[in-house]
């Protein structure tokens, strides 16, 4: 991203930002409601256009290429996508849509290696024995880990998530946190994750961004970005942080 805005009713949510996510880097984008992390992730997901400025998603510049050919390179996990899906298509199914990023199987041909990879998914995330489960009747942190073995399905080469623990009781973050870990090993794609909470920061995380009223703060390696000084400024708040076994955690100081 090179001076990206986006503006809505003559107001601009988001930027002016330049951003640039390489290879197999793990982002984390941290900030407070409405700072512009959703925004920012739909541009990276080439789910909208920036109002001013350049945007470009495996080299190609967002509004000058056939947006439907990035689509299926790009996995999501959010809440909203969730609500998307129809309730009752079965588990093994929702995997199946992240090979060509759609919304439903139907009029998409399927072989036993593509059955057999989503099988490997599921167990991968924890959810082997949900594969014959309609998703309305899965938990939300179900789901969540359901999404995350969709958007491993096929040849994807970013991963986008939205607040995936949102709303999540602590066991289920805590499954969905590890099925994340397990699933940034080497040679795993690009990440970007949008989240307000340290505490759900994978550990595998290896760069930040702070966002606040719709611009970057300070963005950079993990370890230089999530300062308490830099966080403070960020949430508005003095901030206390510690990190230990590779996880961190955040609370008011004083």
């Known amino acids: 991203m090179d001076g990206a805005q986006v503006r809505i009713n003559g107001r601009t949510i988001l930027g002016p930002v330049d951003l640039r996510v390489g290879e197999q880097e793990q982002w984390v984008l941290l900030g407070p409601n409405g700072s512009g992390k959703t925004t920012l992730l739909r ?8 109002t001013a400025g350049v945007v470009r998603i495996f080299g190609e510049r967002v509004g000058r290429t056939d947006i439907r050919t990035l689509h299926p390179r790009i996995g999501h996990v959010s809440h909203s996508l969730a609500d998307q899906l129809r309730p009752s298509i079965l588990v093994l199914d929702v995997v199946l849509t992240g090979r060509d990023a759609a919304l439903e199987p139907w009029m998409r041909e399927f072989d036993d290696a593509d059955r057999a990879r989503a099988d490997e998914l599921l167990e991968q995330v924890g959810c082997s024995e949900l594969v014959d489960r309609a998703l309305g009747t899965c938990s939300m942190g179900e789901r969540q880990r359901i999404l995350l073995a969709r958007a491993m399905f096929g040849e994807h080469d970013l991963l986008l998530f939205d607040e995936p623990a949102a709303g999540l009781d602590l066991p289920a973050r805590e499954r969905l946190l590890a099925a994340m870990t397990a699933a940034s090993k080497d040679g795993s794609p690009a990440s970007v994750l949008a989240t307000h909470h340290l505490e759900e920061i ?14 970057i703060l300070e963005q ?6 999530l300062r308490p000084e830099a966080l403070s400024a960020c949430f508005g708040l003095a901030i206390h942080v510690e990190r230990r076994a590779g996880r961190w955690s955040a609370r008011a100081a004083g």
């Open 202 to 215: 994978p550990a595998t995380a290896t760069h930040a961004a702070l966002l606040r009223a719709g611009l």
């Open 43 to 50: 541009l990276a997901g080439a789910r909208r256009q920036p």
């Open 220 to 225: 950079g390696p993990i370890e230089g970005v």
